[in-house]
């Protein structure tokens, strides 16, 4: 989440708008988690990650489709992963 | 993820509804040998209607917990929907709209334009089911017109 120390004190204009530029900078306490860890562990979590958030979005559709089969939620996560190009 | 785009996140946000009389209780489920909280900005999120959060030291996770103060955050929890999770049971997430409502108010706090780019990806979705006339009465009543028009104005863009 973003908070008032990622302001950059740069501004642009978007949509017609000017407007201060934001980022999103990490948590030290989590870079620091981060830091620690080797290689295979950074591996590890990204994949673990990725799948949790493939069943998550499978558990998620699953309830707001109930009507869906299993292979239609399937399809529906792939295709998002695909950025719709399924 | 749920209403938009597909992108992972190793946070996630939860809105509560907290009095200061619960907080030590609260936490005491996530003990300090396994996670990171500080009590006192609890207290202080509870006291200003702010946001602290919890880590897992071990998996480098973090909860964001935003303190219900404004009638976008209590509509959240109102209107929440029950959906599954991976581990079999369910969970309560926000309805699209009152996401929307959330994200507009905080691009319009001076937040990130993440927010914008969420909103406009969750209204494009070919099958997204969302109450836009809802969306733009309550952006109204809200103050965020001005930002619903940005948000118009992005999706004729994009």
Redesign the interface.
């Known amino acids: 989440?973003?908070r008032a120390d990622?302001?950059t004190g740069i501004f642009h204009t978007?949509?017609?708008?000017t407007?201060?530029i934001?980022?999103?900078r990490p948590?030290r306490?989590?870079l620091e988690?981060?830091s620690s860890?080797t290689p295979a562990q950074r591996l590890q979590?990204a994949a673990e990650?990725?799948r949790?958030?493939l069943?998550?979005?499978?558990?998620?559709?699953?309830?707001?489709h109930p009507d869906w089969s299993p292979q239609q939620v399937n399809r529906e996560v792939a295709r998002?992963?695909l950025?719709?190009r399924l | 993820m749920t209403y938009g785009e597909l992108r992972t996140t190793r946070d996630v946000d939860v809105v509560v509804s907290l009095r200061g009389v619960d907080v030590p209780r609260l936490l005491a489920r996530f003990p300090l040998s396994d996670y990171y909280h500080d009590e006192a900005a609890a207290l202080e999120a509870v006291r200003t209607g702010g946001e602290f959060n919890i880590i897992d030291n071990e998996r480098g996770l973090r909860i964001d917990l935003f303190v219900a103060d404004d009638e976008i955050a209590e509509r959240q929890i109102a209107h929440a929907r029950r959906l599954g999770i991976p581990s079999g049971g369910t969970a309560m997430f926000s309805a699209p709209e009152e996401l929307i409502l959330m994200k507009m108010k905080f691009y319009a706090m001076g937040w990130t334009e993440k927010h914008l780019r969420d909103v406009a990806g969750m209204l494009d979705r070919p099958d997204a089911q969302i109450d836009e006339a809802r969306v733009a009465v309550l952006a109204g009543e809200y103050g965020l017109s001005h930002v619903w028009e940005a948000v118009q104005r992005r999706r004729q863009q994009d």
């Open positions: 989440m973003d990622n302001r978007i949509n017609g708008e407007r201060e934001v980022v999103e948590d306490r989590l988690i981060y860890w979590a990650q990725t949790y958030m069943q998550a979005l499978a558990a998620q559709l699953q309830s707001l998002r992963q950025e719709d």
